[in-house]
């Protein structure tokens, strides 16, 4: 008798804050947030952009940084459960093992929502997962490279992002889908940069003198925006114009990429948004307020970047998230 | 047991396996020895060989030092990106160059110390000693660059990456200099044989005199200061310090260079000109890898066949049967 008394008291407050609370969007609504860390810029950029976020909508946002450990997130998302938290935002760091302290989320009737990264758990333990598509990034820039080149016979060489990681894979096999309608454009040589711009330099220094100092190559592709940089510079050493003489396209939108594209080097990019918490806190307002049940996997723009759209500007937009 | 004269010197198995890769390389890629002259430098392969090569041998010089002492440093990487990340901070800050350049290799030598005084004084194991400025150096160079990648346009770092001296890329000829002095110190002086005695036997190069503590807080140091080097080249070629990625791994590198470079982890006989050879013939099968067409799934197997295959050939056992074929052939009258 007592519990069912209980749960009535509960279902009645819940109905009336959801009707006092509709009108108010997320304000005053407290989100915990499980970062992983600061692994990278693209992390500290996400990170600062989630908090720019909820201040805009009012929310009182819990944040925890994990330091990449799971143990760690496991800990702060029962710390929001034992504080009573209304949602939670997890960017998990691995892929298993949240079932148990998902369950215990679930149980608290505090909805979860997944940032960027996927997990390997039931689907019902969470709302939904905010995250970007890797394949249509890399279909992105294909099809963009199609379009530029028009009938013109283009070689590409592509440096690839860390072997065997699922951005690498799927930027890879995007990029191939995006070409794979052009019988002009082909792939020549493909080799891992790992990420970073010295190793980009350093592969690309190996392209050029195998394709006759880079008279071979129409243009260049790099799984992210670092690599590229580091490739611009080894294009500039060879004596030609990132560019001009090499088409430069990458993926992940970092401010050196535009600061790239204002001074020429640069032709495009596709943006892997750090705004991964904005479609996050609309889902959960519409799932609080309204009892919406968003879809499961919430996909993030792909957006392309070219020195039309104000290179200068998106490059002093970024530069103050942290990249 | 030691053999002097140059021919033996030159038909030492590294020089076989450096020119067997080269050879490799240049059936892979037939242009592998082409090299032009462009923008007032010399440009070509095998100018990249030496070039990408030098941050490595220039750790392996210090590394060299640090191993015949039955030592190691496992720290180098991580105070790369130290370096790296102190220089490319203060510049972008309005320090003139010269004096970031100077805080970056004081800082190369701070660490260095540390590690010296960890072994030497707390008497901690070396790979241990060096584990902790390993792991918390990166945390160190990363809380200096808040975490991003600190660009800059300073023209002297710059240089120090990628500049070039008489054709030479920077950082070839800064290798060249290190390994010139660093020979001529240790085997123009006693300083050679000390190292040597203190990496056969502590005590014993104790007893007679040797003052050990000095001579490791010494090579510590000065495999600090290498590192800081190379932190500054990586940092220049990039025009940017990236305190994540800047010598990641590359404390191995220079492990195995120096081990390809014939010297003996358990210390003692070391050949500082050999270690950079070592460098080489790594850097000669990442930049072959590169330009070969593999597809990259294949690296590391194809890289890890190859240094196998250098190991063996150095093997005491290889040495015997070579030693045993040479002298059966000299016996067979013609």
């Known amino acids: 008798m007592k519990i069912i008394k209980k749960l009535a008291l509960v279902a009645g407050i819940g109905a009336l804050l959801s009707t006092t609370a509709h009108a108010e969007g997320l304000t005053g609504k407290i989100i915990g947030f499980s970062q992983i860390g600061s692994e990278s810029g693209w992390r500290a950029a996400e990170t600062s952009v989630t908090k720019a976020e909820a201040e805009k909508l009012g929310i009182d946002l819990k944040f925890a940084d994990a330091q990449q450990k799971q143990e760690n997130q496991i800990k702060a998302i029962r710390g929001f459960i034992a504080q009573g938290v209304d949602a939670i935002l997890v960017a998990p760091v691995v892929a298993t093992g949240w079932e148990e302290v998902l369950t215990e989320a679930k149980e608290a009737n505090i909805p979860v929502v997944l940032l960027d990264r996927g997990i390997e758990a039931p689907e019902d333990l969470y709302l939904t997962s905010v995250a970007s598509d890797q394949v249509k990034e890399g279909r992105v820039a294909g099809e963009w490279l199609v379009g530029q080149v028009g009938d013109k016979e283009c070689k590409v060489v592509e440096l690839q992002g860390t072997v065997g990681s699922s951005p690498a894979i799927n930027r890879k096999q995007g990029f191939e889908e995006g070409i794979a309608g052009a019988a002009n454009v082909s792939i020549i040589r493909s080799q891992t940069g790992d990420f970073t711009r010295s190793k980009g330099k350093e592969v690309m220094e190996g392209f050029l003198k195998a394709e006759g100092g880079g008279a071979g190559i129409c243009a260049v592709y790099a799984h992210n925006d670092d690599m590229a940089v580091g490739a611009i510079q080894a294009i500039k050493d060879a004596g030609l114009k990132p560019g001009t003489d090499i088409l430069v396209v990458s993926i992940d939108a970092v401010p050196d990429i535009f600061a790239a594209m204002v001074a020429g080097e640069a032709n495009a990019t596709v943006e892997l948004t750090p705004n991964m918490a904005g479609p996050a806190f609309a889902a959960l307002d519409a799932y609080l307020n309204a009892g919406t049940v968003p879809e499961k996997f919430i996909i993030t723009e792909s957006k392309l970047y070219t020195p039309a759209d104000d290179p200068q500007g998106e490059y002093d937009r970024r530069k103050g998230l942290g990249y | ?334």
């Not at chain 2, 140059?6 to 890629?29: C, E, M, S, T």
């Not at chain 2, 030098?54 to 370096?83: C, E, H, N, Q």
């Not at chain 2, 005199?209 to 000065?222: D, E, K, M, N, Q």
Request: proline share 4%; hydrophobic share 60%.
């Open chain 2, 1 to 334: 047991m030691r053999r002097s004269n140059l021919k033996a010197h030159l038909l030492r198995p590294q020089f076989a396996a450096l020119a067997a890769v080269l050879f490799i390389n240049w059936l892979l890629f037939p242009g592998f020895f082409a090299i032009t002259w462009q923008d007032g430098r010399f440009f070509g392969s095998v100018i990249d060989v030496l070039n990408r090569g030098a941050p490595v041998a220039i750790l392996a010089i210090g590394m060299t030092a640090v191993i015949a002492t039955r030592g190691v440093d496992l720290s180098v990487g991580a105070v790369m990106a130290i370096s790296g990340a102190v220089a490319a901070v203060m510049v972008s800050d309005g320090t003139p160059a010269v004096v970031a350049v100077a805080v970056a290799l004081s800082a190369g030598l701070v660490c260095g110390l540390w590690n010296g005084v960890l072994v030497t004084y707390l008497d901690i194991q070396p790979i241990i000693a060096t584990l902790v400025l390993m792991v918390a150096g990166r945390g160190l160079a990363q809380l200096v660059t808040e975490g991003s990648i600190v660009t800059f346009a300073d023209p002297l770092l710059i240089y120090i990456g990628t500049g070039s001296l008489l054709g030479l890329p920077m950082p070839v000829v800064i290798a060249a200099v290190l390994m010139l002095l660093a020979t001529l110190a240790v085997r123009r002086t006693a300083l050679g044989l000390l190292i040597e005695a203190v990496g056969v036997n502590r005590s014993a190069a104790r007893f007679a005199g040797i003052s050990s503590r000095l001579l490791l807080l010494l090579v510590y140091t000065f495999a600090g200061f290498c590192a800081a080097i190379s932190g500054l080249i990586v940092a220049g070629d990039i025009r940017g310090a990236d305190a994540n990625n800047a010598g990641l791994w590359m404390e191995l590198d220079a492990i195995l260079a120096v081990v390809i470079g014939g010297t003996s982890l358990l210390g003692g006989r070391f050949s500082i000109p050999m270690s950079v050879v070592g460098a080489l013939i790594i850097q000669a099968m990442n930049t072959g890898i590169l330009i070969s067409g593999f597809s990259p799934q294949f690296n590391l197997v194809v890289k890890s066949a190859v240094i196998i295959l250098i190991l063996v050939l150095q093997s005491p056992m290889a040495a015997q049967w070579i030693a045993r074929r040479t002298t059966a052939a000299e016996r067979t009258p013609r």
